[in-house]
């Protein structure tokens, strides 16, 4: 199996869990830029990637390098933050401030300025632009602006449901069934961990009981997701790895954090296969020797 890759290019090396992701030098950037801004955004970040790399072990149809590829989207579906108020990413619980929650539900639409003219991948522009999008309005941009109306409660979306129409077809277009599948494992991935943490110093951790009542209920805006990852939150073996995983001190997120602090972000430059400038997908466990 090959990966098609340019010519010269060179990749910014992580070792994520068992896994060797690789970035382009933007992508590494806008990673260090999370880490930088907010910490508990960085946090939430690898833990979602940490969940989903778990998860897609179980999709055999999936290739090696494809997997790396959305585990590297998950890492960077929260870029749009970067353009999020520092005093409402801190700010606790939004629920009540109709603004301060506009401004925290648009980071998705706004990670496309975040990215726009860098190197960055389709998997990262999809994560990004689609993690809060309900399941059922995937490939449906005219009425994607809907996902958050399912309560009856204003929808903080519609002023620029035109604006998330545009983007949505001019930066990512239709989405493959795959793609499909993949992005709704991202929110789901995204949504457990922000209820399940307890690392936030303005909420606690809910239980798994009040989580499954939440993701189970069709009036709630959180209700965006697929029956087949619902399915998870009835498996104990996952449960109990969410449970590790969103510990505030776990091995997953000091590896990282550790590779960052130390700036052991290696580059690679893939080697060149054949004429077409391919690599080999086994590079990816050669790379950790």
Known sequence: MFMPIREKERKIKIFFDERIVLLSKDESELLKRIHDYDEITFRHSVNVATIVCRELNKYQYISEHEKSEWVKAALLHDIGKLSTRED????????????????????????AEIYSGKNVSRHVKIAALTHHIHYDYLNDWENAWMSKNKSGKPNPWEPEKYQIEKTLNKEIGTLSDKEIRITALISFADQVEAMRAGYRNYKDAFDWGKIKRILDDEN?????????????????????????????????????????????????TPKKCNSKSEIEIDDYEELAL
């Open 88 to 111: 409402i990413l801190k700010g606790g619980d939004l629920a009540n401030d109709a603004i301060k929650h506009k401004e925290m539900m648009m980071h998705s639409l706004r990670s």
């Open 220 to 268: 709630s805006h959180h209700n965006t997701l697929c029956i087949t990852d619902k399915k998870s939150l009835y498996d104990q073996d996952f449960k109990n790895f969410v449970d590790v995983v969103t510990e505030k001190e776990n091995t997953f997120y000091k590896n990282v954090i550790d590779q960052i602090n130390n700036g052991s972000l290696s580059e690679f």
